[in-house]
């Protein structure tokens, strides 16, 4: 079965810190793999994906995520956080049927000045 | 720019009554989404519908019905409101099999007493 985990209910971090919110997923065959930042009482917003290719890639914002096939991860990343980036931080995975996303539970970033 | 739109933004329902949540979206998007946020659980697919004329159950379709208008809109119904129905509920689109993510709506915070 198709399942995103976010082991972290909140994360929190100092500005200027590099931050990571972590991400496992299983899925059947490739995975697409994506994260979403949702702001306080706003809809979910697209950060970046993972299709293939490179397995670092680059989003919004500053940033990043890194697929780890062997250890079924894509854990968020950002060398240095802001104040602004506190928000709900969401991953999700496309299975196979490209009508269903599955999302992870979400993880808070607290970013304290 | 106006994206997904969903209308109400918030709404009290008394348990039994009925009402149906709008949504719409302008970007010529094939498919369109009902999800459902709850504290702690992430996003939960209610409904979705792959095209115009179709629709199809998510994860949590009881109570729920949905109709694909046309192709920029997409309402979901509550016939007969519970208070397990109390939730944020989000409608997104996406152009094609979903790859470059979805579009979200700002959501209707949804309570019912």
């Known amino acids: 079965a198709q399942s995103v985990a976010q082991p972290e209910d909140q994360v929190n971090v100092a500005e200027g810190n590099p931050l990571t919110v972590k991400c496992t997923y299983s899925v059947s065959g490739n995975p697409y793999l994506f994260w979403y930042v949702q702001y306080p009482n706003r809809g979910l917003q697209f950060l970046l994906k993972y299709i293939t290719g490179d397995n670092l890639v680059k989003g919004s914002y500053g940033f990043e995520a890194e697929f780890n096939k062997s250890q079924t991860s894509f854990h968020l990343k950002k060398p240095s956080a802001l104040v602004s980036d506190s928000a709900l931080y969401f991953c999700a995975v496309r299975d196979g049927n490209f009508n269903k996303f599955y999302f992870g539970s979400g993880t808070k970033l607290n970013v304290k000045p | 720019n106006a994206g997904v739109t969903q209308t109400p933004k918030f709404q009290v329902l008394k348990t039994g009554q009925s009402m149906t949540l709008q949504c719409a979206q302008d970007?010529?998007?094939?498919?369109m989404y009902w999800y459902r946020q709850d504290p702690g659980m992430g996003l939960r697919l209610i409904y979705y519908s792959a095209s115009e004329g179709t629709t199809d159950k998510g994860e949590v379709p009881n109570g729920y019905n949905v109709s694909r208008l046309n192709k920029r809109e997409f309402s979901l119904r509550l016939e007969s409101a519970a208070p397990s129905q109390t939730s944020v509920y989000f409608c997104?689109?996406?152009?094609?099999?979903?790859?470059?993510?979805?579009?979200f709506g700002s959501g209707t915070r949804l309570t019912v007493v």
């Open positions: 997104a689109s996406s152009e094609g099999q979903g790859v470059a993510g979805y579009t």
């Open positions: 970007m010529n998007h094939n498919s």
